[in-house]
């Protein structure tokens, strides 16, 4: 699964940072488009935090559902 995220005042940002958590236990995202394999299904709430080395942050997220594959 794809996500992406586009800050408001993006020609403001200093060195931003962005840090995706997936709620599954792996390891956090960098960057603002990440690609993340869910392998178990169930549901997530999935987080992007910003940062800059000025005086910018913030957050966002979205609930998903990860559906079991169907069996053959």
Same mark, same amino acid.
């Given at each position: 699964?794809?996500?992406?995220? =586009? ?7 200093? @060195?931003?940072?962005?840090?995706? @958590? ?26 992007? @935090? ?16 990860? =559906?079991?594959? =169907? =069996?053959?």
């Amino acid at each position: 699964m794809s996500f992406s995220v =586009e800050p408001l005042d993006d020609d403001v940002l200093v @060195n931003p940072k962005y840090a995706w @958590n997936f709620a599954d236990g792996s390891k956090p995202g960098r960057g603002k488009k990440v690609t993340h394999v869910f392998k178990k299904a169930g549901d997530y709430r999935v987080t992007v @935090n910003l940062t800059d080395d000025g005086s910018m942050s913030g957050n966002d997220r979205i609930q998903i559902s990860v =559906e079991a594959p =169907e =069996e053959k």
